[in-house]
Nanobody, 115 residues
Framework: QVQLVESGGGLVQPGGSLRLSCAASGIIFSISDMYWYRQAPGKQRELVAG???????NSADSVKGRFTISRDNAKATVYLQMNSLKPEDTAVYYC?????????WGQGTQVTVSS
């Protein structure tokens, strides 16, 4: 059974930082492509950043220079370091794994940026 468990969300002031974690089980993590998505109220879910098993990293223009995705294959965990947070970053953040061309989702973690 595949499980993706996100953690690290919370309330932060504008300009602050948070680090999200997503621990995976039930998959061979090292051969999985891992992604972070987010969904703000009333908006579609959007890709934030990705880190493929081949080491290719991509991120949305809106977060470039502020967010960094990383992964630790030994711990089967993907991270999203979020710096210089803005109110428009407020959303539920979801971890996604692409494993043998099948997508799996975590339950999401809420990030709220507000003063």
């Amino acid at each position: 059974q595949v499980q993706l468990v996100e953690s690290g969300g919370g309330l932060v002031q504008p300009g602050g930082s948070l680090r999200l974690s997503c621990a995976a089980s039930g998959i061979i993590f090292s051969i999985s492509d891992m992604y972070w998505y987010r969904q703000a109220p009333g908006k579609q879910r959007e890709l934030v950043a990705g880190f493929t098993n081949g080491g290719r990293i991509n991120s949305a223009d809106s977060v470039k220079g502020r967010f960094t995705i990383s992964r630790d294959n030994a711990k089967a965990t993907v991270y999203l370091q979020m710096n210089s947070l803005k109110p428009e970053d407020t959303a539920v953040y979801y971890c996604n794994a692409n494993y043998f061309n099948k997508g799996y989702w975590g339950q999401g973690t809420q990030v709220t940026v507000s003063s």
